[in-house]
């Protein structure tokens, strides 16, 4: 169990991005499927990390848009795998804002993402 618990902390993911008015909507916070997007990537990251095999999303689910997300903003997107089975992982990913002049940062969406590790067939094969 502590080998598992090393390779979730070893593979976990953080990227750092600033909320750019191309990205965002008329209401000028992001828009969230760029936010999606964004998740997706730092899910896929981490899952590849973890395993160190191809892996593709199967799906998305439960994403939580708790706060938006205003243009020039810091943004943190955090990926662990929170989840394994044999042959599938469960990522969940965090987006937190923190505003670029003041202190403190806050959580504003999460979700989760299920990925399948693939073969050279393309067919499901174990994570481990």
Same mark, same amino acid.
């Given at each position: 169990m502590k080998e598992f618990?090393?390779?979730?902390?070893?593979?976990e993911t953080r990227i750092f991005k600033v909320v750019f008015p191309n990205t965002t909507n008329?209401?000028?916070t992001l828009f969230g499927g760029t936010a999606m997007q964004l998740m997706?990537?730092?899910a896929f990251i981490t899952a590849?990390? @973890?395993c160190r095999k191809k892996v593709v999303t199967v799906s998305s689910s439960k994403i939580d848009f708790n706060e938006a997300i205003p243009a020039d903003t810091i943004i943190e997107l955090v990926g662990r795998v929170i989840k394994i089975g044999n042959t599938s992982l469960e990522v969940q990913v965090q987006i937190f804002k923190e505003e670029m002049y003041e202190e403190g940062r806050r959580k504003a969406i999460e979700?989760? @993402?299920t990925f399948v590790a693939i073969g050279e067939d393309r067919?499901?094969?174990s994570v481990i």
């Open positions: 618990e090393e390779k979730v902390n070893q593979s008329h209401y000028d997706d990537e730092v590849t990390r @973890f979700g989760l @993402f067919k499901p094969t």
